[in-house]
């Protein structure tokens, strides 16, 4: 019980930052930088900041193949992340978090016949319901369908095959080691980005404090959520490590709702009484859904 409750904590307040940095995300894509590539190539070199200092500390060894394989993996991870931030550029933040999480259904399939996890019925119970709730939240009565869809299909199967490379890798190397290496797979993967427009939009990125500002900011969130997560990946099981993961769309809903209390109109969202009632209705699930995977 101990180390579910020990995976669940690190999953949970992974989750917790990787909201805040999604809704930095959207801010940013509709005020600052216009072009997610871009954006992307800005986060990953601010995410530098935060590789480098941690090599600082953690000096890890380059291992072989390990550093190269967590180097790939990271790599890998760029190409979802353009598709996901393509999706939120499109459609409200709170239906693409959503619908991000349909690749859960792949990774419970893949954990299961690659990575022999056997858990039991009642954990796989507690996934579907937090993922039933996700499907809740993206509902809109007049659309069935989302212009970010077309993003979304590659991004699923791309962010599966990544989960499943990472919890294997994570068998042989440590969580420090698996997020400096693979941060700096993601700085290769992104060098191609400065001959499309890249070098113009670091410019225009440098000419602003406050989109420097803003994306740093970002990245301490995204940096604390990955590493979370990751030592969650390490400790607990995969499929339900993101299932907990999909309590993020109900965290971005509520934390819209707050927000546009605050500040109407900062952040686009469909909040008539009843989206707020259906995507509200969705809590009492999550929370029995947690509850089974406990």
Known sequence: MFSNVSWLLLALFGTVSFTLAGLLDKLILDRYLQEPKVYLLCQVLAQQVFSLTAFAFIRPEFVFPDALLAMGIGS??????????????????????????????????????????SLPARNYAGAALILLSSIIVAYRPDSLTTPALRHLLPYWVMNAIYYIA????????????????????????????????????????????????????????????MILFIFAYASGPLALVNGVGALQPMMTFISILVIRSAYAGLIEEDTCRGAVMRKLSAVSMVALGIYFIC
């Not at 709170?94 to 690659?114: D, G």
């Open 166 to 225: 990472m919890k294997y890798l994570l068998c042989s190397m440590g969580e420090w080691d698996m997020y400096i290496w693979s941060s700096f797979g993601n700085l290769i993967a992104v060098v191609p980005f400065l001959r499309s427009g890249g070098i113009s939009g670091l410019c225009m990125m440098a000419s602003s404090a406050h989109t420097i500002c803003s994306i740093l900011v970002e990245e301490a969130f995204q940096f604390l959520g």
């Open 76 to 117: 890998i991870q760029v190409l979802p992340t353009v598709y996901f931030l393509r999706a939120i550029k499109e459609d409200e933040l709170s239906r693409v978090t959503s619908l991000e999480y349909f690749y859960i259904v792949l990774v419970l399939f893949l954990s299961a016949s690659l990575l022999d996890e």
